[in-house]
């Protein structure tokens, strides 16, 4: 039986579909894409494999009475776009917690500082132990504000990218040649910031941060990772108090107060395609349902095998399998504690409370010279024999995470190949290299090794596994230049439309790429709504 012959059983009439617009998988860009949607007056239809909304946006009790963030717990980046407001996700039961500082690093030799979202306060704690470098902080934010803020804009706006050269143009407060600052953009952020600083804990910090993203200090015009920085001062940070799926429950609340339907443990298997269009989905468990418009916010490999190979032209599909998704990432575990890092650089208060820089994400990375070594172990198939790691104490700020006087601690590490060149398996080797994450911390802060009640081990094919996050990779393909902007996922499906007419893509795999950013999931709906206003696009590509 033909799709239009099945879809005739709705009162006798082939043009009427069981929703408007279906959307697979429930993470948040997926989410906020149906937000903006089903708020147009669009009936919508969410799909998703597992037994609660959120992909890697999620917090799920692992441990009785603690909760734990399964994917991104820093809400850095959604500052920067209309969503909440948008969306109105604050009726929906989402309390953001404004966080402040922002990050927290301390060092070998006893030294530390603190990023805080004021720009002075922060050169202030630089400048214990290099005046120099504190200036140079300064006039790093000063000079590199303008792209930062274009970037939010180009981020915030289907590709291609707004021309950044009006946005740091003369106007910046700096008399540097423009020759020499396009040398810097498009060089690597580790070379950028060895010309900028002169101590190796400023650098450190901020090439860490850069790193979140993927590319490694050397790498080609990997530069703006680090030139973003700016942009922390100015958004801040936040989490979503319960937990950072929260944001995820709230947008799912939305979207069923406006007529949704959400589908749990409904795994799409297929995707319906007739007369060259995307018209339904298939799950699973042999359930179907129509659209008129499809929106996969799926891992855009996962999404090509959900077409028939007919449904795809060649061309098309070559372009896709040429993406890079890369050997792992990041690895994680999340631990249910007793008390908090009491570090050596900066001893917790007396009385056992949380300090400061407990509310803040503490990042262990030395040096350049360090991170560049923890990179080359990734390379060769190895874990990171000095890890580089960030360790996030959530309870400081939010103590209904955890009982009355418990902690959550989670760690993530960088870098950790989903394939081992040993031949190991990572379910063989979770545990050993879980130790290695807690050692290295306990470097810093030698109570943590005891304070453990339980865990969570999160490794690269877990990711994969729970998430779906193939080979491992948060940011669904790797974020090297020639896989962002009009090249994410491939040339031919940067505007979010799919390979298939009607077919929709968000996500990380597509433009601005990986974080809980939830613009892909914007940029996609603003998208699919201007073809659905328009009489002559015919969903065209």
């Given at each position: ?13 082939p ?18 894409a ?26 799920e ?38 966080i ?48 930062a ?6 981020f ?10 009006r ?98 443990n ?11 269009r ?52 990041g ?49 060769a ?23 009355e ?137």
């Open positions: 039986m033909g799709l239009s012959e099945w879809a005739s059983r709705v009162d006798g009439d043009t009427v579909t069981d929703y408007d617009v279906i959307v697979i998988g429930a993470g948040h860009n997926a989410l906020v149906a937000g903006y949607i089903a708020r147009a007056g669009y009936k919508v239809g969410i799909f998703e494999r597992r037994h609660v909304v959120g992909g890697a946006v999620v917090t009790e692992h441990v009785p009475g603690f909760q734990f963030d399964l994917g991104g717990s820093a809400h850095l980046l959604i500052n920067s776009t209309p969503i909440v407001d948008d969306l109105h996700l604050a009726n929906y039961g989402l309390d953001y917690i404004d402040d500082p922002l990050f927290f690093a301390p060092f070998p030799d006893g030294t530390h500082f603190t990023i805080w979202r004021d720009v002075d306060q922060t050169c202030q704690s630089i400048a214990t132990f290099s005046e120099h470098d504190a200036e140079a902080y300064r006039k790093f934010i000063d000079d590199w504000m303008p792209l803020r274009g970037m939010v804009e180009a915030n706006a289907p590709p291609p990218p707004v021309n950044f050269v946005h740091i143009g003369l106007h910046t407060g700096t008399h540097q040649p423009w020759e020499h600052r396009l040398r810097d953009i498009l060089g690597g952020y580790g070379p950028l910031l060895r010309r900028t600083f002169e101590s190796e804990q400023v650098p450190a910090l901020i090439a860490w941060m850069a790193a979140q993203s993927g590319p490694p200090p050397t790498e080609a015009l990997s530069a703006p990772f680090a030139l973003w920085h700016p942009m922390y001062h100015v958004g801040g940070m936040r989490r979503p108090r319960g937990g950072s799926g929260m944001l995820t429950q709230a947008l799912a609340r939305m979207i069923e107060d406006h007529g949704g339907a959400i589908h749990l409904s795994a799409v298997a297929s995707i319906l395609v007739e007369s060259g995307a018209c339904g989905i298939e799950t699973q468990d042999g359930q179907r349902a129509t659209a008129r418009a499809i929106v996969s916010g799926a891992h855009i490999y996962t999404t090509l095998g959900m077409l028939a190979e007919e449904a795809v032209s060649g061309s098309d599909r070559a372009l896709v399998e040429k993406s890079r998704v890369g050997n792992g990432f690895f994680v575990v999340r631990y249910a504690v007793e008390e908090l890092p009491d570090y050596t650089a900066l001893p917790s208060p007396a009385d056992g409370a949380s300090g400061y820089h407990h509310r803040a994400m503490q990042f262990i990375c030395p040096s350049l010279d360090y991170l560049d070594r923890a990179y080359a172990d990734y390379m198939g190895r874990p990171s024999t000095d890890p580089a790691l960030i360790s996030m104490t959530w309870t400081a700020v939010d103590p209904t995470l955890a009982p006087g418990k902690h959550v601690m989670f760690i993530w590490g960088q870098y950790y190949p989903y394939e081992l060149a040993s031949g190991e398996h990572w379910d063989d080797i979770a545990e050993r290299e879980a130790d290695r994450l807690l050692n290295k911390l306990a470097e810093y802060a030698p109570n943590v090794k005891g304070a453990v009640i339980d865990k969570l081990i999160e490794t690269p094919v877990f990711l994969e596994r729970t998430l779906g996050l193939l080979r491992g990779n948060v940011m669904h393909l790797e974020m090297s230049v020639d896989q962002m902007f009009m090249m994410r996922p491939a040339l031919t499906m940067s505007s979010y439309r799919g390979p298939v007419k009607g077919l929709y893509l968000t996500g990380a795999s597509t433009h601005p790429g990986g974080g809980i950013m939830g613009a892909s999931g914007r940029n996609a709906a603003l998208t699919l709504l201007s073809d659905l206003s328009s009489p002559f696009r015919q969903f065209a590509r």
